[in-house]
């Protein structure tokens, strides 16, 4: 069963402003540790951002200060609102979440940050 799935990648120019959501089931939801990670052509996959069950969040340095990873909760869904993209931003990113001792992954988003 699929438990993530990914949305709103796309093209966008140095600067701008994506919204990635990742909906999830609802047990995962409530229960898991989610959060977002990217893989760019000939890198490894890295955690970008992450958030508790109890709502603790975390960044990668090199997107602090730009990203916010939120959850809404009627939706049972997980955000990462990307400002200030930079062309460094673009990659396939991942929704994840760790419930159970169980990795879960979405299919992946494409985020392309060019001009």
């Known amino acids: 069963q699929v438990q993530l799935v990914e949305s709103g990648g796309g093209l966008v120019q140095p600067g701008g402003s994506l919204r990635l959501s990742c909906a999830a089931s609802?047990?995962?939801?409530?229960?898991?540790?989610m959060g977002w990670y990217r893989q760019a052509p000939g890198k490894q996959r890295e955690l970008v951002a992450h958030?508790?069950?109890?709502?603790?969040?975390n960044y990668a340095d090199s997107v602090k200060g730009r990203f916010t990873i939120s959850k809404d909760n009627a939706n049972n869904t997980v955000c990462l609102q990307m400002n200030s993209l930079k062309t460094e931003d673009t990659a396939v990113y991942y929704c994840?979440?760790?419930?159970?001792?169980?990795?879960?992954w979405g299919q992946g988003t494409q985020v392309t940050v060019s001009s």
């Open positions: 994840h979440a760790l419930f159970a001792t169980m990795n879960y």
């Open positions: 958030i508790t069950s109890s709502n603790l969040t």
């Open positions: 609802r047990i995962i939801f409530r229960f898991a540790a």
